[in-house]
């Protein structure tokens, strides 16, 4: 990859580097949401560089609450402006060094949702993460049912409840079973959980009835974000059966605010686990699908020190997005614009990377210990969780920045 040169001061380890430039909604004290691109610790306001001609796209496009319309402009488009915005911030004359006005401290921003979400599908596609539950709250000897290596297995999420990161969540409430109990009771949630994953954000509408292959997949997927997805243990090992997870999950999600693009992502393409048995031919695919994105899960209590629980990594999962996606549309089922497509919770091989708490504490058997001493087998109340997630390689970084939540009591 031909290295690039920023005339823009790029702090160190910074996720935002000229490489990246990953969209996102914003608002100041000033202005109104409107689309934004991040660059070091600031936001170029793309809205306004629309308004004074300097990039070709419609400024009413542009100063919008969501990214859907400029999505929806196609990856023909949107393609070119991100590669417009960054030659205007390597070229030695260019004309946004005369417009400071135009860089907003990423910290006197308010970050919005980026895309008004219509549908929201939540794949279960590490084989790792399906392996530990099955043994959890199946059979250890037959952890993954007969399907799972066949079908990338998914289900529909609840999009109405999917926030911007730094939004709070209330511990839910719901039906639990205790433990050699025949009847449930109704509580607030004993085993709050995490599950670390990825989202991809759909950048094109298909007709209902329409497929889309996995060689057509990538123009279907504008980018991607960290995602958190909160789930109820006790309230989910309840009500799962016979047809999967509802309040167990539908109280909340969480995303990180930038969408990175999957132009953005090229360079760190890896090829994916060997899937046996061999795949139907609909799901087959051609050239690498995986990426490396290194994604950690920090764990802070209230007043307390930053703690990290987990570092997996996006490599890890079975079912790539190009699969996931063709699956989701086989049978004809539509997509729009900002549908998030979510990878299921990424867990590797090892304990140190396991995605969830779940996992970690192995059913809340094995405690994690905090740097204050506290002990966590499940998310207790104003616990935060942070997730972070970044690509590099060759000197070259690109980052998601972090999704984090709080979790506030529900007495
Ligand atoms: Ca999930």
Redo the contacts with the bound molecule.
């Keep these: 990859m031909n290295k690039l040169d920023t005339w823009v001061n790029i702090p160190e380890d910074s996720d935002f580097t000229i490489y990246n430039l990953p969209f996102g909604i914003f608002s100041t004290e000033n202005s109104s949401p409107r689309v934004g691109v991040a660059i070091g610790d600031k936001i170029l306001d793309l809205a306004d560089l629309a308004e004074k001609e300097i990039i070709a796209v419609h400024p009413s496009i542009l100063k919008q609450e969501t990214l859907n319309e400029f999505i929806g402009l196609g990856k023909h488009i949107t393609k070119n402006v991100r590669l417009d915005v960054q030659n205007l911030l390597v070229q030695k004359d260019s004309p946004l060094k005369d417009l400071p006005d135009l860089f907003i401290p990423l910290d006197k921003a308010q970050m919005h949702l980026p895309v008004h979400i219509g549908d929201y599908t ?1 794949f279960y596609s590490s084989i790792e993460h399906a392996t530990n539950v099955g043994k959890m709250f199946r059979d250890p000897e037959n952890a993954l049912l007969p399907n799972w290596r066949h079908i990338p297995v998914g289900y529909h999420g609840r999009a109405s409840s999917i926030v911007v990161s730094g939004t709070s969540i209330k511990r839910p409430k719901g039906q639990v079973l205790p433990k050699d109990a025949s009847s449930p009771v109704f509580k607030a949630s004993g085993r709050l959980d995490f ?1 670390l ?1 990825m989202g991809f954000i759909t950048g094109k509408n298909t007709n209902l009835g329409e497929s889309v292959s996995t060689s057509e997949a990538d123009d279907y997927i504008f980018g991607l974000v960290l995602f958190n ?1 909160w ?1 109820a243990r006790d309230i989910q090992k309840w009500e799962y059966v016979p047809l999967g997870p509802f309040l167990g ?1 539908s109280f909340g999600s969480s995303i990180s605010p930038w969408i990175v693009t999957l132009e953005a992502l090229e360079p760190f393409k890896v090829a994916g686990p060997n899937q046996d048995p061999e795949v139907l031919p609909y799901l087959k695919y051609k050239g690498e699908k995986n990426y490396d994105i290194t994604l950690e899960v920090a764990l802070v209590p209230k007043d307390g020190e930053e703690q990290t629980v987990s570092t997996s990594n996006y490599k890890y999962m079975y079912w790539n997005m190009a699969q996931q996606l063709a699956h989701h549309t086989v049978n004809g089922c539509n997509i729009n614009v900002g549908d998030v497509m ?1 990878s ?2 990424i867990s590797g091989k090892d304990e140190t990377s396991y995605g969830s708490m779940l996992e970690i504490s192995w059913g809340g058997t094995k405690p994690v210990t905090l740097k204050d001493g506290s002990k966590r087998t499940f998310i207790e109340d104003y616990d935060t969780v942070v997730m972070r997630g970044f690509a590099e390689k060759d000197g070259i970084r690109v980052g998601f920045g972090e999704v984090k939540g709080q979790i506030l009591p529900n007495n």
């Design positions: 939540d599950e994953e997805d789930s999950k979510a299921g919770t």
